[in-house]
Each structure stands twice: as C-alpha cells, then as structure tokens.
C-alpha cells in the first residue's frame, strides 16, 4: 500500500543474509532472551538461569534457520505457522539435521513452552514431540535445560498442549524411566523451581507481552507449572534422593515467605490448587522432618481461607487427608480445629459448588480421622444439616448425577454413623433417615422428585439389609432399633403426608404416585443381590483340591442363601406392614374427604403390586369387617351403590379380593350386582370378560345370567355410543371352547331387537346406517359359533340395503 519495496537478498533461494546481515543476526539471537525474559537486578533469566548468550543458530540448514528466525516474532500467527513448518520439516527431513537443530530448538522450546497465546503452547509441544521423537537418545545432551521447560508445560492450563506434554513424556520415558531422568537433571530442576517459587517469577514476563492481562496469566502458568513440577518430583524422584531433595529444595522452600504467600494467591486460582497439591506431596513425604512450627503454618494456610472453587478445594481437602494420614500427631498441628469443622460444613452447604463427587473421597477418611472430641452429638447435627442444605443447590438439583452422588455420600456417612459406639447414635440416625425422606417427598419437579425418591429408596433398603446383617451376625440390639425405627418413619411421614392432603386431584395424584414408587423401589431393591459370584472353572486345571475348595464354596453359599432368605422375610413383613398402613389410610382419606376417583386410579398399582390375603384382611379389620369378604360387603358394594364414592377403580379393588372369596362368596358377590345402578354393572361385565374371571365357575354363571342378558340387551339400543358398542361386540364373542360367553337368549334377544330396530329404520338416514353397521360387527362377533344368529343378522343388513 505504497510501501518501500524491499531489494531481494544476495544469495540463491533468497535465504541467507550477506555477512554484515548474518552478523547482525547473530547479535540479535545471542540478546534475544534478555529482551524476551525481561532481565532485572543483574539476574540472570529466572525461568532457565543456565540460558547464555551463545550463538545457537550455527550449523543449521537454511529451512531450519528461517523457522527458528521467525521464533523471534511477536505475532503468534507467524509463530504458530513456524512451528507448524518446522515439524514438518522434522518429519520430512533427515535425523542429522534435526540433530544439529537440537540446541537452537532447546534454546526457543524455553521460552515458547510459556507463550501467551495458546495456540503457540499447543503447535510448541506438537513439534516438540515430533523432535524429541526424531532424535531419540540424541537429545541427551540438551535433556538437563530441556526438562525444567517440559514438567512445566505438562501442567498448561491449556489441555491440548498439557496433554501433548504428558503424552511426549510418558512416550520418551517409558515405565521407569522418567524417574532416572529426573535423577539427571535434578539440579537443573530444582533451580529453576526454586527461582520460581521464591519471588522471581516476575522476571520470567517478557517485555513484549503489553497486556497486564497477558503478563498475569503468564506468570500464573509459570507459577502454578513450577508448583505441579514440585509435586511431580517429590512424588517420583527416588528415595536415595531424598536427603539432598530436602536439603537443597523444600527446607529451603519452606523457609521462604514468597512459597507460604502463594497459598495465598486471589488473583490465580491455579496457582493456590497447584500449591495445595505441592504441600501435599511434601508432607506425604517428609513429614517426619518438619518442624512443628512449620507444620502448624501449613495447617494453618490450608484451612484459612475459604475456598470457592470445586477444583481448588478438591486439592485443599486431598491435602488436609494426606496430612492426617503421614502425621500421627496431625491434631498438634492444627491449632485451630473449629475452623477445620467450619471450612468442612461451608463447603457441603454450598453443595460442593456443584461438584458432589468431591465429597465422595473426602468424607469417610475425615471422619475416621478426626479426635473424638470432635465427634459429639452437634457436630454430626451440622454435619447433617449441611448435607441436607447442600442439596437444595441449584447446580446439584439440575444433574442425576450430581443429585444421586451427594445422596450416596450422604448414605456413606450415615452408614458410619450407626458403626459409632455413642449414646446418640440412635436418635441422631433416626433424625436424619427422617429429614432425608422429608426432603425428597416435597421436591417440586416431578422428574427430579421421582429420581431422588428412586434413589434415596435404593440406598435406604441397602442401609437396612446392613443393619439386618450386623443384628444377625451380632445379635445387636442397636440394629434392631434402627431397623424399627426406620419402619416408622417410613409410616409416620406418609401418614403425616397423607394428612396435610388437599382435595386437589393433582396433589392427590401425585402423591400416591410418589408413595406408591417409594414402595416398589424398596421392594425390588432389597431383593437385588449386591454382588455377583463368578466361578470359572477349567477341566484340565481341577484337581482334587480345586473340588474340596468348590464343595466348600457351596457349602458356604447355601448358608449365605439361607441366611438372605431370612432377611429377605423380616423385610418383607416390614414392608407389608407400611404398605397395609398405607393402603388404610387413603382408603379413610377417599371415604371422608369423598375423593375416591381422585384416589383409586393410582393406588391400585399399590394394591397390585403387594397383592395378598394379609392386605385385604388387614383392609377388612380396618373397617371392622371380617373376613375377607367383609371389605366387599362391608365397604366397597356400599361404595359403588352410592353416588359419592362410586367411580371404576374400585371395580379393579373388587376384582383383586374376589380370588380371596370361596365359591359360596362369589356367587354372593356377583349376584349382589344386580343392585348396582347399570354403568356399574356394565363395568363389572368388561372386567368379568377377561380371560382370568371368565374362566371362574362363578363368573361364567353371572355371565349367563339374567342381569347380563337384560344389559346387553340395553347395549345394543345405544348404537351411537362406540363405548357400549364395543362391550356388547365383546359379550357376543365366543371362548376358545367356540361357545357364547353369555346366554343364548341373550343373543337372540340382541339380534332380533337389532333387526326389529333395522327394518323399521330408513337405510339412507344416519340411524339406519349406524344400525346396519351395527348389525354387520355383531354378525362377525357371533361368526365363530355355533348358532345361526350371524346369518340372521346379515340379512337384515342385505335386506334394509
């Protein structure tokens, strides 16, 4: 854009200089660190002290030179697309120039592995694998200024150039072998981390970057990169090692403000989470050697502050466990142990910011940590409530996951409370087991309450079957009480739920919906067998020994059997017992509220599901009726003859009992049908039609008796009605005898009041045409029988036509 056109160079290719030109280069590359790193005070480059102002450039092939020239830029554009050309060029060329290479691309990995933009971090470590790989055991001799610059990339915060990092390392030092390189360069690590670490990081901040944004996150990268690189060494250099690893890096560390003031570092999170896991592996490792005034400033600086971030106190809390499981006397440390307590309940109320997984790891090892005196009835009452707090969090609510993780940790830690030999332990059980359903019946979102419900059922049945074990095995009466109280509360925040019932049929609905849920979860849950035994066995391989070991193993296993059978029946007398409670009190809530088709529709599924003599006795002794046949008599024929509880479920309720009833009852009961106003009775011959109660003598008599006749009869005049049409086409079905379900006289009575009905009828009018198609579905119903009424009928049809 009217620029000075720049004159071509000297030399073919266009790609090496005239000499006056090479030699200006050659004094830009050799102060090149310096305005890159920014030196101050005199010092040294902090990053990699044992850079030198040397000419690295020499020996190289012009390609290689331009790519390492254009480094230097500071549009990461160019860089980047360097980058890109010299991997290439790596792959595509021959070993012996990319041996020569070596010490030009050690010189700029240093300072590109830390660059501002990531996608130069990124394109930096694919080419550094690409080198590394190319040269093999070549790059030995550049490994010690190679290796500071590498751990440090491998923490990126940037996962595609942390990964690339990780991933070079693991392939260029298989299995053991990064340890033997840490041995090797272990001096030339520790210096930079200690530069690092103790205050000189600033310096690391090259003049180019202009933007105070930029230059913090290149010194939090630098930072929190050395502080990974600390734990990596403290984790893998070997033990022969240690003296001088504590004599030349973490006693001096520790003895320098600048480490402890980067616990706390606002600005960069990372920085306080690489730092937690640091002191970590400094305590899990030299625990022994430090002193306890240090101890207690590392306990102190790992509860002071509270912590925000899932990440970061994922790190602090992993930390504070590796100090009390390396310090015995971890307590002595500590001198403030409430505030342990506040941070531990600051983070479960927030829900772990959304990330209940953390907990997982953390809690159980806390608690088994933490002195007695600690342990009291109000702390476990916080720790509690906390929990049941933390999971009215938004983020927990919106995720399955999240949701049924936190309910685990929190049956984990209920589970270890009934382990404790205190006094409370009891009462504080029942009292949460109590909360915890109060707090899942009452969420608002259907789906979430359903999933929290089906969940929390699962873990309260394996919490049961646990105590039942433990009251087997060690005849524990504190077990028996918690089963028993379990039971209750299971009854009582039903009842009480049952008892604040609006008239509202949503809320009726979904309530019953919930219990009914509750009820069959804690049924099939139990029942699932927690462990799968896997036996494999191999003819070849079985030896007389082998047999005695599988002769014992089911000997053992028919034990195991017995023994699960056994809970499995105290369970299920409990849980009948809750469910027969239940049943009874929606069964007053639908007579006195008089919302039985609110009710009956849904809480039938209840009654089906646990279907048995002892419920509907326990329905009937509830009403005072006896036996069984008295819920019918007593209260459910009343029902349906009246016009305040009668609706169709109670139909199904009736239909249930009946194969409770001897031959004597039923025929009772399907007489007393006759008193029903019609459309109960209509309802009682569709269920009556079904396979399973037509099959029943009694059934099969009613069905052939006058009351059907008179109703199917009544059927065939209401031809509009598809409902009535399609209950009359089932009665004048046949059985898979080819029989009528009903009488004979029945279906002579429809058939001739169907063709009396048609030959007075128009054929053109809409009447006559419903009765004509009225007629010809009837004749193909009575097609498979016997009887000529079909043929009857169809000429009726023919004849109107």
């Not at 604040?500 to 979860?521: A, C, G, P, R, Y």
């Not at 008089?594 to 809480?603: A, G, K, N, Y």
């Amino acid at each position: 854009m009217g620029g000075k056109t720049k004159q071509s160079q000297r030399t073919k290719n266009n790609v090496r200089p005239s000499s006056s030109g090479r030699s200006a280069e050659l004094i830009q590359n050799a102060t090149n660190v310096e305005q890159y790193f920014g030196l101050g005070s005199g010092k040294a480059p902090v990053l990699f002290p044992s850079l030198a102002a040397i000419n690295v450039d020499q020996g190289l092939t012009p390609e290689f030179s331009v790519c390492f020239k254009k480094f230097t830029k500071k549009d990461p554009v160019t860089k980047t697309k360097a980058l890109q050309e010299l991997t290439e060029l790596v792959k595509t060329g021959n070993v012996e120039d990319v041996e020569a290479a070596l010490p030009s691309w050690t010189h700029h990995y240093q300072f590109l592995s830390i660059d501002s933009d990531r996608r130069v971090r990124e394109a930096t470590q694919t080419c550094h694998g690409a080198v590394v790989g190319a040269c093999g055991r070549r790059v030995a001799p550049q490994l010690r200024r190679l290796l500071p610059a590498w751990l440090l990339a491998a923490h990126d915060e940037h996962a595609p150039a942390a990964s690339a990092a990780r991933a070079h390392l693991q392939s260029t030092f298989p299995e053991g072998k990064l340890a033997e390189a840490l041995t090797f360069c272990r001096a030339e690590i520790v210096a930079v981390l200690n530069d690092n670490l103790t205050g000189n990081a600033e310096h690391t901040r090259g003049k180019r970057i202009e933007e105070e944004d930029d230059k913090q996150q290149q010194l939090s990268r630098v930072l929190a990169g050395s502080l990974h690189a600390l734990a990596l060494l403290l984790a893998r250099l070997p033990a022969a090692h240690a003296p001088w690893l504590w004599d030349g890096c973490v006693h001096p560390l520790l003895l320098h403000n600048h480490f402890w003031g980067l616990a706390r570092s606002q600005q960069h999170m990372r920085v306080r989470s690489a730092w937690y896991e640091a002191m970590a592996r400094i305590i899990e490792r030299f625990s022994s050697r430090i002193p306890l005034p240090v101890g207690q400033k590392a306990a102190k600086a790992l509860v002071a502050e509270p912590e925000r971030t899932a990440v970061v106190a994922a790190q602090r809390w992993a930390a504070l466990l590796v100090l009390m499981k390396n310090v015995e006397e971890w307590h002595t440390w500590l001198e403030k142990k409430d505030l342990l307590i506040t941070r531990l309940l600051d983070l479960i109320e927030n829900g772990a910011w959304g990330e209940a997984r953390l907990l997982s790891g953390l809690l159980l090892p806390l608690l088994a940590s933490l002195p007695l005196d600690l342990l009291t009835r109000q702390f476990y009452t916080k720790l509690f409530d906390a929990m049941f707090t933390g999971l009215d969090n938004k983020n927990l609510l919106k995720s399955k996951s999240e949701r049924q993780t936190w309910l685990c940790n929190m049956c984990e830690c209920l589970r270890h409370l009934t382990t404790q030999n205190h006094d409370y332990v009891v009462e504080m059980t029942t009292y949460v087991h109590r909360t915890w359903l109060e707090k899942v019946l009452n969420v608002e979102d259907t789906q979430t309450r359903h999933n929290m419900v089906r969940h929390s059922m699962t873990l309260m049945a394996s919490l049961v079957k646990y105590w039942l074990s433990k009251s087997k095995l060690e005849n524990s009466d504190k077990c028996d009480q918690l089963t028993r109280n379990f039971w209750q509360n299971i009854c009582s925040t039903i009842l009480t739920q049952i008892d604040k019932l609006t008239v509202e049929k949503d809320d009726i609905m979904q309530s019953i919906e919930t219990h009914v849920l509750l009820f069959k979860t804690l049924n099939t849950s139990f029942s699932q067998d927690t462990k799968k035994k896997l036996s494999i066995q191999f003819e070849d391989l079985k030896t007389e020994k082998n047999e005695e070991l599988s002769t014992n193993d089911a000997n053992e296993e028919t034990t195991t059997d017995e023994s699960d059978e056994q809970l499995k029946e105290r369970f299920r007398h409990n849980l009948n017992d809750s469910v027969e409670r239940t049943c009874c009190s929606y069964f007053d809530f639908a007579r006195n509220k008089e919302v039985s088709q609110s009710v009956f529709p849904l809480l039938t599924n209840l009654l089906v599901e646990f279907d048995s003599r002892k419920l509907f006795a326990a329905l009937a002794k509830h009403f005072g009726a006896e036996p069984v046949y008295g819920l019918y008599d007593a209260v459910l024929r009343p029902w349906l003859a009246g016009d305040t509880m009668r609706c169709k479920a109670l139909v199904d309720v009736i239909f249930l009992v009946v194969k409770y009833f001897n031959e004597e009852e039923q025929d009772s009961m399907f007489n007393s049908f006759q008193q029903f106003p019609p459309s109960v009775v209509e309802w009682c011959i569709q269920v009556t039609l079904s396979p399973s109660h037509r099959r029943s003598p009694a059934g099969r008599r009613w069905l052939r008796g006058p009351v059907v006749a008179a109703t199917v009869l009544a059927l065939c005049r209401r031809e509009e009605d598809e409902r009535a049409a399609g209950l009359l086409l089932r009665c004048l079905a046949h059985d898979d005898a080819g029989e009528l379900l009903v009488s004979e006289a029945a279906v002579e009575g429809v058939a001739s009041a169907v063709c009396a009905r048609l030959e007075a009828a128009h054929a053109a009018d809409a009447l006559g045409s419903r009765l004509a198609e009225l007629a010809a579905r009837a004749a193909g119903a009575l097609g498979g029988s016997a009887h000529a009424h079909a043929r009857f009928m169809l000429h009726a049809v023919f004849d109107s036509g």
